[in-house]
């Protein structure tokens, strides 16, 4: 069984993982760090990149910056999620404010915005604020 591909969202290392694992808590063969769970990740741009272009399950980023009223307020709902879509989408965040770069490569017009990868490609996009049922809804949807 080859299993699914994970990128680790510390070292960036792209990890394989049984299907059937994913709400198992798996690893990084490499940096020991969780591959899964319930807690949203803050990543860089390269990370992002590896992920969004390797990953099997669903990536969801939230493009936001620390200045944004209606980011701040989305937030919490943004962590429920993660904690809803254990091993069904890994949900992580990209502060725009640091990397203004990556901003403007994933054309990020305005904030929050979520953009959805899979398979190697964008497959979604929604800007504004969001309560957590609906990006729960929104993410099955990729």
């Known amino acids: 069984m080859a299993g699914l591909k994970l990128t680790c969202l510390d070292c960036g290392q792209v990890n394989r993982v049984p299907a059937e694992r994913l709400s198992a808590d798996p690893k990084c063969g490499t940096c020991g760090a969780r591959l899964t769970g319930t807690k949203v990740s803050e990543v860089d741009p390269a990370i992002l990149q590896k992920a969004a272009r390797n990953d099997d399950i669903p990536l969801v980023v939230d493009f936001w910056a620390p200045w944004c009223g209606p980011c701040r307020m989305m937030a919490p709902e943004f962590a429920r999620a993660a904690t809803q879509l254990n091993g069904q989408a890994r949900l992580v965040k990209l502060n ?39 990006i729960v809804n929104w993410a099955k949807a990729v």
């Not at 404010?97 to 490609?121: E, L, N, S, W």
């Open 96 to 134: 725009t404010q640091d990397h203004q770069a990556a901003g403007a490569k994933y054309g990020i017009r305005g904030i929050p915005t979520m953009v959805a990868f899979a398979g190697g490609k964008e497959r979604r996009r929604q800007s504004g604020a969001q309560r957590s049922t609906d």
